[in-house]
């Protein structure tokens, strides 16, 4: 039975083989060869001025070597057919001389006709005399045919017989066979490409003429011509130098002109980036450099108005913003004394509420209660106005998070009781210390666990700490499983007064700037607030802080994603008036149809 194959991938493997030992070295190889190319694609990327000036280059290069191919092939086809026609117009001139000669030497037969010259001779001597006019162009070469049984016979013996050349060449092994059976078989001239090889074992390509034709005797000879190609090879090599000059000054010349091009057109590109990037560190004041009346010029002034408009409007928004806040700040401060005034006499009237009738006593609880809210968001819009104004300040202190937990979770308790919810925390076995402002953590704490509750409907509420393994950052994370936030709500809910729902009632009167301060308390700390949530699977708000103050955060000790986010699980709510999850449902339950899944916080 043959070899099973198995196929992995695109190649077929016999039963029992592995392909994977020579992925690891094809990847450190990868690795070892991706190194060194980086700079160099991430130059490519970022330098549109190489980009073209490569492109033009290799462009150019293209279009050389295809004129340069064109051009050589032309000129050398000329060269070879001026070739051919001359060889064929001396070769014929000399077969011409040839068959004279022969035809009026004197017959041996004939006693009156003269002195008689033998074959052999007489074809040294035609060989000479034809080859005396050519020295340098041609060569001439004699043969005898197959069809004269005794060829080239002189009285000076067999010592004679044989091929006759002039010059130095080897003629039985430059004339091809082909050609010589050629001859035999027909007796009008034949041309044919080959190379003559020299005693001393050289060659040089050569056009070679022959036709066959008879001695004085009447008999059967060939007699070639031998053209070399040595004049023509000089005159294609100085025609390809002269070609290959020309295309690296061109192709030089053209790269040249590209740069300088290019470099008109980029060079105001990148100053005009550059000004963009001083202009978004809040340089308002840079402006381009205007020269001429072309697009270049057109765009910097365009650029420039631009520039002058961002600078007018950024400058108009910031006064709006400066009388705002001063605004917001003296609104905030005038409104204390009258405020504390105000809070006095509902006091006052509070306290003798049992003397009122039940519409009047109703009416001062909800006075005292509305004052307070009032004065909260007071408080909170001056502390608002603070980090506005840049005149936040941090006391930052060594701190267990834990004890703020503790205090945070104690004073939550009569509202968890009230909403059926309970508190747990999770990771306080060990002490997480760190450095910061413990009035405003506690601050951010407190809010993310009354927002926990209120909308936690009935369900557990989970805080939880937590400390990076190389102590450079602490986390803390409220988890609850109420109503989640919808699609784009985890990014809008820091923003101030934003509701979810504005129709949605708060039975806790918060203020709707709760997230925005702790943000503002978070990033006064160099740390990060950030919230998740799905709807019906409840929603984590994590706070990431620097373990030392001023420190950089490389990231968090708590995932933002819990991790029973996707889990499905069936917990009860805990008792004390609050609402049965129900059996099979996951923890974060998912709204009822049509059930108002808005959040405020």
Known sequence: MGTRLWRRGSRLL????TSGRAQPAIRIFGRWARGPLLPVLRLWRRNIQLRVVATTLLMSVAVVLVLGIVVMGQVRNGLLEAKRQTAISQA????????DLAASAPDSSDPGAGQAVDPGSWITGIVEQLASGGQGVYSVVALSSQLSSTPFVSEAGPAL???RASADIRPEESIPAELRQAL?????????????????????AALIVGRRLTDNENGQYQL??????TQEEKSLSLVMGTIATAGIFLVVLLGAIAWVVVRQVVTPVRMAAGIAERLAAGRLMERMKVSGEDDIARLGESFNKMARNLQLKISQLEELSRMQRRFVSDVSHELRTPLTTVRMAAEVIHEAREEFDPVTARSAELLLGQVERFESLLADLLEISRFDAGAASLEADHSDLRDVVHRVVEGAEPLA?????????????????????????ERVLRNLVVNAIEHGEGRDVVVRLAEAEDGTAVALAVRDYGIGLGEGEAERVFNRFWRADPARAR???????????AIEDARLHGGRLEAWGEPGRGAQFRLTLPKAAGGVLRGSPLPLEPADARRVAAIPAQGRGGTQARAGAPAGRTAEPGEDSGRGR
């Open 14 to 17: 016999p039963e029992g083989a």
């Open 224 to 229: 070639y011509y031998l053209f070399p190609f």
């Open 92 to 99: 014929d001139g000399g077969f011409a001389v040839a068959e």
């Open 184 to 204: 035999d078989r027909d007796p009008a001239t034949h041309r044919q490409y080959g190379t003559i090889v020299r005693p001393d074992g050289s060659s040089e």
């Open 417 to 441: 009781e009230r909403k059926g919810s309970r508190l747990l925390v999770r990771g306080a076995e060990r002490p997480v210390v760190a450095e910061v402002d413990a009035r405003r953590i």
């Open 507 to 517: 039975t806790t009167g918060g203020t709707g700037l709760g997230l925005s301060i």
């Open 161 to 163: 017989r044989g091929p």
